[in-house]
Protein backbone atom coordinates (compact mmCIF):
# COMPACT_ATOMS: atom_id res chain seq x y z
CA UNK A 1 0.00 0.00 0.00
CA UNK A 2 1.15 3.64 -1.00
CA UNK A 3 1.09 6.10 1.71
CA UNK A 4 -0.86 9.14 0.13
CA UNK A 5 -0.25 11.48 2.86
CA UNK A 6 1.96 11.07 6.03
CA UNK A 7 2.94 13.42 8.96
CA UNK A 8 5.98 12.59 11.21
CA UNK A 9 6.82 14.51 14.63
CA UNK A 10 4.91 17.74 13.13
CA UNK A 11 4.48 20.33 15.70
CA UNK A 12 2.01 23.95 14.19
CA UNK A 13 2.56 27.10 16.81
CA UNK A 14 0.36 29.53 15.46
CA UNK A 15 1.70 33.27 14.95
CA UNK A 16 1.25 35.14 18.69
CA UNK A 17 0.79 31.48 19.94
CA UNK A 18 3.05 30.61 23.14
CA UNK A 19 1.54 26.92 23.08
CA UNK A 20 1.75 24.63 19.99
CA UNK A 21 -1.46 23.51 18.56
CA UNK A 22 -0.16 20.46 17.56
CA UNK A 23 3.26 18.57 18.25
CA UNK A 24 4.77 15.27 18.17
CA UNK A 25 1.89 14.30 15.35
CA UNK A 26 2.65 10.98 13.73
CA UNK A 27 0.20 9.92 11.11
CA UNK A 28 -0.35 8.29 7.87
CA UNK A 29 -3.10 7.46 5.54
CA UNK A 30 -3.09 5.27 2.59
CA UNK A 31 -4.26 5.79 -0.74
CA UNK A 32 -8.25 4.46 -0.96
CA UNK A 33 -8.20 4.81 2.91
CA UNK A 34 -11.41 7.04 4.46
CA UNK A 35 -9.90 7.72 7.73
CA UNK A 36 -11.78 9.67 10.62
CA UNK A 37 -10.06 12.11 12.88
CA UNK A 38 -11.61 12.21 16.23
CA UNK A 39 -10.95 14.37 19.01
CA UNK A 40 -12.93 17.26 21.75
CA UNK A 41 -13.12 20.39 20.23
CA UNK A 42 -9.65 22.28 20.38
CA UNK A 43 -7.69 18.98 19.91
CA UNK A 44 -6.46 19.90 16.46
CA UNK A 45 -8.53 18.16 14.16
CA UNK A 46 -9.24 20.93 11.89
CA UNK A 47 -5.13 22.05 11.96
CA UNK A 48 -4.40 18.79 10.51
CA UNK A 49 -6.62 19.21 7.64
CA UNK A 50 -5.20 22.76 6.89
CA UNK A 51 -2.00 21.27 6.87
CA UNK A 52 -3.10 18.34 4.11
CA UNK A 53 -4.26 20.96 2.59
CA UNK A 54 -1.56 23.28 1.85
CA UNK A 55 -3.48 25.76 3.50
CA UNK A 56 -1.28 26.48 6.40
CA UNK A 57 2.78 25.34 6.70
CA UNK A 58 4.20 23.29 9.93
CA UNK A 59 6.40 24.69 12.24
CA UNK A 60 8.63 21.51 12.58
CA UNK A 61 8.50 18.10 11.46
CA UNK A 62 7.58 16.54 7.64
CA UNK A 63 4.46 16.73 6.00
CA UNK A 64 4.32 14.25 2.56
CA UNK A 65 1.48 15.40 1.02
CA UNK A 66 0.33 14.95 -2.79
CA UNK A 67 -0.27 18.33 -4.86
CA UNK A 68 -4.27 17.80 -5.58
CA UNK A 69 -6.30 17.92 -2.30
CA UNK A 70 -9.76 19.00 -2.18
CA UNK A 71 -11.39 20.10 1.18
CA UNK A 72 -15.33 20.89 1.87
CA UNK A 73 -15.72 22.56 4.80
CA UNK A 74 -18.28 22.77 7.67
CA UNK A 75 -21.42 24.56 6.20
CA UNK A 76 -20.23 23.96 2.93
CA UNK A 77 -18.57 27.40 2.41
CA UNK A 78 -19.94 28.08 -0.90
CA UNK A 79 -20.35 31.35 -2.49
CA UNK A 80 -24.00 32.89 -1.95
CA UNK A 81 -23.67 35.10 -5.20
CA UNK A 82 -23.07 31.82 -7.47
CA UNK A 83 -25.87 29.20 -8.24
CA UNK A 84 -25.42 26.05 -7.46
CA UNK A 85 -24.17 25.06 -10.67
CA UNK A 86 -21.59 28.00 -10.50
CA UNK A 87 -19.84 27.17 -6.83
CA UNK A 88 -19.44 22.95 -8.31
CA UNK A 89 -17.69 24.89 -11.65
CA UNK A 90 -15.61 27.17 -9.28
CA UNK A 91 -12.56 24.73 -9.36
CA UNK A 92 -12.62 23.72 -13.11
CA UNK A 93 -13.19 27.10 -14.00
CA UNK A 94 -9.71 28.06 -12.27
CA UNK A 95 -7.94 25.27 -13.84
CA UNK A 96 -9.00 26.61 -17.06
CA UNK A 97 -10.94 23.74 -18.10
CA UNK A 98 -12.67 23.56 -21.54
CA UNK A 99 -16.44 24.65 -21.45
CA UNK A 100 -17.94 21.12 -22.96
CA UNK A 101 -15.88 19.13 -20.16
CA UNK A 102 -16.67 21.70 -17.53
CA UNK A 103 -20.46 21.17 -18.13
CA UNK A 104 -19.82 16.87 -18.08
CA UNK A 105 -17.96 16.87 -15.11
CA UNK A 106 -20.58 19.66 -13.37
CA UNK A 107 -23.22 17.54 -14.69
CA UNK A 108 -21.73 14.04 -13.03
CA UNK A 109 -20.96 15.35 -9.80
CA UNK A 110 -24.35 16.98 -9.59
CA UNK A 111 -26.42 13.59 -10.24
CA UNK A 112 -23.65 11.97 -8.06
CA UNK A 113 -25.07 13.85 -4.89
CA UNK A 114 -28.12 14.11 -5.57
CA UNK A 115 -28.58 17.85 -6.13
CA UNK A 116 -29.02 18.04 -10.37
CA UNK A 117 -32.69 19.56 -9.81
CA UNK A 118 -30.82 22.89 -8.03
CA UNK A 119 -28.55 23.30 -10.08
CA UNK A 120 -29.42 26.75 -11.04
CA UNK A 121 -30.86 28.11 -7.11
CA UNK A 122 -28.94 30.25 -4.76
CA UNK A 123 -26.67 28.55 -1.46
CA UNK A 124 -29.77 30.47 0.86
CA UNK A 125 -32.67 28.27 -1.15
CA UNK A 126 -31.09 24.96 -0.13
CA UNK A 127 -30.91 23.18 3.46
CA UNK A 128 -27.81 22.79 5.40
CA UNK A 129 -27.68 19.01 3.79
CA UNK A 130 -27.84 20.29 0.38
CA UNK A 131 -25.51 23.09 0.94
CA UNK A 132 -23.14 20.46 2.33
CA UNK A 133 -23.44 18.38 -1.10
CA UNK A 134 -22.60 21.48 -2.83
CA UNK A 135 -19.58 21.77 -1.23
CA UNK A 136 -18.49 17.95 -1.26
CA UNK A 137 -19.56 18.21 -5.45
CA UNK A 138 -17.66 21.40 -5.36
CA UNK A 139 -14.33 19.67 -3.98
CA UNK A 140 -14.85 16.02 -6.31
CA UNK A 141 -15.04 18.04 -9.11
CA UNK A 142 -11.69 18.86 -9.57
CA UNK A 143 -11.17 15.20 -9.16
CA UNK A 144 -8.48 15.14 -6.31
CA UNK A 145 -5.99 12.71 -4.92
CA UNK A 146 -7.35 13.38 -1.25
CA UNK A 147 -11.13 14.60 -0.21
CA UNK A 148 -10.93 16.37 2.92
CA UNK A 149 -14.31 16.91 4.72
CA UNK A 150 -14.37 19.01 7.95
CA UNK A 151 -16.92 18.44 10.45
CA UNK A 152 -19.53 17.66 7.64
CA UNK A 153 -22.77 16.57 9.37
CA UNK A 154 -22.45 18.72 11.93
CA UNK A 155 -24.90 21.45 11.46
CA UNK A 156 -27.49 18.81 10.55
CA UNK A 157 -30.23 17.03 11.79
CA UNK A 158 -29.91 13.35 12.47
CA UNK A 159 -31.68 11.89 9.18
CA UNK A 160 -29.71 14.15 6.90
CA UNK A 161 -26.52 13.03 8.58
CA UNK A 162 -27.69 9.33 7.63
CA UNK A 163 -28.19 10.28 3.98
CA UNK A 164 -25.29 12.18 4.04
CA UNK A 165 -23.01 9.08 5.31
CA UNK A 166 -24.65 6.80 2.88
CA UNK A 167 -23.83 9.56 0.52
CA UNK A 168 -20.19 9.50 1.13
CA UNK A 169 -19.84 5.77 1.29
CA UNK A 170 -21.30 5.59 -2.31
CA UNK A 171 -19.01 8.48 -3.44
CA UNK A 172 -16.00 6.69 -1.89
CA UNK A 173 -16.60 3.19 -3.47
CA UNK A 174 -17.45 4.73 -7.12
CA UNK A 175 -14.62 6.81 -6.85
CA UNK A 176 -12.21 4.99 -4.78
CA UNK A 177 -10.68 8.15 -3.62
CA UNK A 178 -8.72 8.71 -0.39
CA UNK A 179 -11.13 10.67 2.23
CA UNK A 180 -10.29 12.11 5.46
CA UNK A 181 -12.95 12.75 7.56
CA UNK A 182 -13.09 14.73 11.01
CA UNK A 183 -15.73 14.18 13.50
CA UNK A 184 -16.26 15.04 17.08
CA UNK A 185 -18.77 11.81 17.12
CA UNK A 186 -17.45 8.65 18.06
CA UNK A 187 -20.35 6.58 16.61
CA UNK A 188 -19.77 8.43 13.38
CA UNK A 189 -16.32 7.65 12.46
CA UNK A 190 -17.30 4.01 13.48
CA UNK A 191 -20.26 4.02 10.88
CA UNK A 192 -17.87 5.28 7.80
CA UNK A 193 -14.17 4.87 8.55
CA UNK A 194 -11.53 1.91 7.72
CA UNK A 195 -9.15 3.43 10.58
CA UNK A 196 -10.58 5.90 13.12
CA UNK A 197 -7.49 7.93 15.00
CA UNK A 198 -7.77 10.01 18.30
CA UNK A 199 -6.45 13.02 18.51
CA UNK A 200 -6.06 14.45 22.40
CA UNK A 201 -4.49 17.88 23.02
CA UNK A 202 -2.47 18.61 20.02
CA UNK A 203 -1.09 14.50 19.82
CA UNK A 204 -2.57 11.40 18.46
CA UNK A 205 -3.24 9.54 21.18
CA UNK A 206 -4.33 6.09 19.48
CA UNK A 207 -5.67 4.24 16.31
CA UNK A 208 -8.48 1.59 15.44
CA UNK A 209 -8.70 -0.33 12.24
CA UNK A 210 -12.69 -0.58 11.56
CA UNK A 211 -13.26 -4.13 10.20
CA UNK A 212 -17.11 -4.12 10.31
CA UNK A 213 -19.25 -4.34 7.17
CA UNK A 214 -21.46 -1.75 5.87
CA UNK A 215 -23.86 -0.56 6.74
CA UNK A 216 -22.40 -0.79 10.32
CA UNK A 217 -24.80 0.22 12.58
CA UNK A 218 -26.99 -2.67 11.91
CA UNK A 219 -23.68 -4.84 13.29
CA UNK A 220 -23.53 -6.40 16.36
CA UNK A 221 -19.80 -5.34 16.52
CA UNK A 222 -20.64 -1.67 16.18
CA UNK A 223 -21.46 -0.79 19.73
CA UNK A 224 -18.77 -3.21 21.01
CA UNK A 225 -16.19 -1.04 18.58
CA UNK A 226 -17.79 2.12 19.74
CA UNK A 227 -17.11 1.63 23.45
CA UNK A 228 -13.60 0.41 22.92
CA UNK A 229 -12.90 4.28 21.57
CA UNK A 230 -15.11 5.96 24.38
CA UNK A 231 -12.86 4.35 26.74
CA UNK A 232 -10.09 6.12 25.44
CA UNK A 233 -12.11 9.29 23.77
CA UNK A 234 -12.78 9.93 28.05
CA UNK A 235 -9.91 8.70 29.86
P1 LIG B 1 -10.37 21.21 16.43
O1 LIG B 1 -10.64 21.26 14.97
O2 LIG B 1 -9.99 19.85 16.92
O3 LIG B 1 -11.49 21.77 17.24
P2 LIG B 1 -8.33 23.21 15.84
O4 LIG B 1 -7.35 22.53 14.98
O5 LIG B 1 -9.31 24.12 15.21
O6 LIG B 1 -9.08 22.12 16.75
O7 LIG B 1 -7.56 24.05 16.94
C1 LIG B 1 -6.50 23.51 17.73
C2 LIG B 1 -5.97 24.61 18.64
O8 LIG B 1 -5.37 25.64 17.86
C3 LIG B 1 -7.03 25.29 19.48
O9 LIG B 1 -6.48 25.59 20.73
C4 LIG B 1 -7.33 26.55 18.70
O10 LIG B 1 -7.79 27.57 19.56
C5 LIG B 1 -5.98 26.88 18.09
N1 LIG B 1 -6.11 27.59 16.79
C6 LIG B 1 -6.77 27.15 15.70
N2 LIG B 1 -6.64 28.02 14.66
C7 LIG B 1 -5.87 29.04 15.14
C8 LIG B 1 -5.34 30.25 14.54
N3 LIG B 1 -5.60 30.57 13.27
N4 LIG B 1 -4.58 31.06 15.35
C9 LIG B 1 -4.31 30.72 16.62
N5 LIG B 1 -4.75 29.60 17.22
C10 LIG B 1 -5.51 28.76 16.50
MG1 LIG C 1 -12.33 21.84 13.89
Known sequence: MTRIIELKHVEVLYPLETKPALHDVN????????????????????????LIAGLIQSTGGIVTKPDRVAMSFQQGALFPWLTVYENVALGLRQMQTPEDLLHRIV?????AMHIHDFALKY????SGGQRQR????????????????????????P???AQLHDDIIEVWRR????????SHLIEEAVSLADRVILMKDGTVA???????????????????????IRKDFFA
Open 206 to 228: SEYKIELPYPRRENDGFHKDVMK
Open 27 to 50: LFVEEGELVCLIGSSGCGKSTVLK
Open 107 to 111: ERELR
Open 134 to 157: VGIARALAVDPHVLLLDEPFSALD
Open 123 to 126: PSDL
Open 159 to 161: QTT
Open 175 to 182: TKKTIVLV
